[in-house]
Structures are given as C-alpha cells and as structure tokens.
C-alpha cells in the first residue's frame, strides 16, 4: 500500500464528511474534517494534510474564497466539490487554483481515483533533495525551478503556481515547439481524457499566461493553433540552480 497521505475534507455537511472520512480511512488515508473555513485554517496548521477536498458552499467564507486564499501562499493540491448543474462553478474554482473538481453528487471511490491521481502526480515532482538533483527550465527569460515548484520572472520575482498550473507549464516546456491538444494535455496533467464539455485545460492556460504577463489576444510564448490545441514557442534550456 502507498505511504499514507493525509486528507483535510472541508464541507458543512456532517454526513457526507463522515461517509469519506469512513471510506477515505479504509482505504489507508488518514482522514481530518472541518465543516468552514476557520475549522479549515485551524487544521491546516495543526494537521499538515496531504490534499484538501474543498466544497463550494460553505457558510462564511465560501469554497472559491477559501480556494483564493489557500493558493495565494501554498500550492497544496485542492479538489473542489461542486454543484453538478453549475458548470461556472467549476469554471471559478479553476480559474481560484483548485487543481481538479468533482461534481455532486458523486461515488465516493470516483473522489478516491481523482485522490490518487492529483497525489501521485503531486508527489512525483522534484523536492528539495540536493542540488545535484535540482534542475530548472529556462525559456523566453523565465525560469521554472523543479525544486521549489515556482516561476520566476524576468526579474526575479517569484510566481506563485497551483499544483495543476505547475504541472501543465512543466508539461509544455518538456515538448516545446510542438501542438498538443486538449485530451494529451489532460492526460499528461491529470491522468484522465476529456469530456465534450470540459474546459479545465483552457482555463489553466489563461491563468498562465496572465501569470506570464502575456497579451491574451495575442500571446507569444503559449499560442493557440487554430483546430490543433496549445504550443510553446521558443527554446527550453535545462540548467541547474544558479
């Protein structure tokens, strides 16, 4: 069995916390619940979670709130819970960082498959482990360092990324100059192939580009292709830390 991750399961109500509490923990994760958000910063602190199952609506501050506050200064990975019949809220909790969404209502061994995936994923990326294991990827006078899992511009400033938005610019500086579309790049984020209807992908490359200061309607690092998907132009250099 993989080492246990910890699940931080954020919603107001008590049964649907204690039906993935229950299932979540007999499937080998450790389980904390908090109905709002201050239960959730409280067991942030205390709890170190692996993963935050977040609900939209919450009492006080609601999911997409929280989601803001949440990647402003971490990139925890967050899995959103929405309303099935509201495709804007889950297109607001992607553009709010959340790094995947599952509407309501669902199984609860779907919630444990898209666990898996976001953690597997999230653990696979490089940690601090050495420099002689670090690398950055260069392009276009940006630089996205693997070890830290952030962007930094032109000046030097660090960009804060989500999990999801990390994973998909690291995806696109690995095959530069070369058109992928929106199911390889579903598949090569999130393990899953797209639905007719999902626009996640489209909406992690707005983010990005406004992250990269680009014009949306005319973007020179990550371009549109017509009928084709996404491409980034330019040249890739890999090089360690400086």
Known sequence: MEPTS???????DRDIR????????????RALCAADGSAMWKLLDEGRPDLVVLDLNLPGDDGLTLCRKLRAHSTLPVIMLT????????ILGLEMGADDYLPKPFEPRELLARIRSVLR??????????????????FSGWTLD??????????????????AEFRLLKVFLEHPNRVLNRDQLLNLTHGRDADPFDRSIDIQISR???????????????????????????TVTVEPPA
């Open 6 to 12: 910890t699940i931080l399961i954020v919603d107001d």
């Open 18 to 29: 204690t039906l993935l509490a229950d299932y979540l923990e007999s499937n080998g994760y």
């Open 83 to 90: 309303a099935r019949n509201e495709p804007l809220d889950r």
């Open 121 to 138: 994923r999230s653990n696979a990326m490089p940690v601090g482990s050495g420099a002689e294991k670090a690398q950055q990827l260069r």
């Open 146 to 163: 693997l070890t830290a899992r952030h962007l930094l511009n032109p000046d030097g400033i660090v960009i804060m990324l989500s999990g």
């Open 208 to 234: 990005l580009r406004q992250k990269l200061g680009e014009d949306a309607r005319l973007p020179q690092i990550i371009k549109t292709v017509r009928n084709g998907g996404y491409v980034l132009a330019g």
